[in-house]
């Protein structure tokens, strides 16, 4: 396995560091019920995906 010559200053380290940020989550309107759901998952209100019903919307 390779192993780093030398150990990155506290700088170098803390300015890497500085670019981690949180980002808001990507949100798409589902077609059904026009509730906000996460893309390419079912949706929390109506339960559909793709057109159908694929969870009840009580256990969805
Ligand atoms: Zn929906």
Redesign the pocket.
């Known amino acids: 396995m390779a192993v780093p010559k030398s150990r990155w200053s506290k700088a170098r380290s803390r300015r890497a560091r500085a670019q981690y940020k949180v980002k808001a989550p990507a949100l798409a309107t589902?077609?059904?019920?026009?509730?906000q759901?996460l893309p390419h998952h079912v949706?929390?209100?109506?339960?559909?995906y793709k057109g159908r019903e694929v969870v009840s919307a009580q256990d969805a």
Not at 43 to 48: E, L, R, S, T, W
């Open positions: 589902c077609p059904q019920c026009k509730a759901k949706c929390k209100q109506c339960g559909y």
